[in-house]
């Protein structure tokens, strides 16, 4: 299993600016998309942004233009740049690892434990 540990997360009025990281242990990291995702309140997790190993980049509409994602490779670490904040924003943030197992021959998500962002009006 490889373990995710974001952070950045906090509170900002409408337009500001966060940057979220997520830190990864182990070599896995490096080969396979990682994606950002939300989930506030009363709502399902949703997809924000993904970024493949490559470094191509996919965003929800709802993010475009505003959120960017990014990746260190030698660092393990992606980063979720949020701009133009907004209270929709609001949500927990969670980073995900897709890879595949090849002991049990499947693909697994691992996730991070989540961190907070508050965007207030």
């Known amino acids: ?24 242990s182990g070599s896995t990291f490096s080969r396979n998309t990682v994606g950002w995702y939300r989930q506030a309140p009363g709502k399902q997790r949703e997809v924000v942004a993904t970024i493949s190993s490559g470094g191509s980049a996919d965003y929800a509409d709802s993010v475009k233009g505003r959120f960017t994602i990014s990746r260190d490779n030698a660092k393990n670490t992606v980063y979720l740049q949020m701009n133009s904040l907004k209270p929709e924003d609001t ?7 897709r890879y595949y197992r090849y002991d049990i021959e499947r693909y697994v998500d691992d996730w991070g434990q989540g961190t907070q962002v508050a965007v207030s009006s």
């Open 1 to 24: 299993q490889v373990q995710l540990v974001e952070s950045g997360g906090g509170l900002v009025q409408t337009g500001g600016s966060l940057r979220l990281s997520c830190a990864a």
């Open 91 to 97: 949500a927990v943030y969670y980073c995900k690892l």
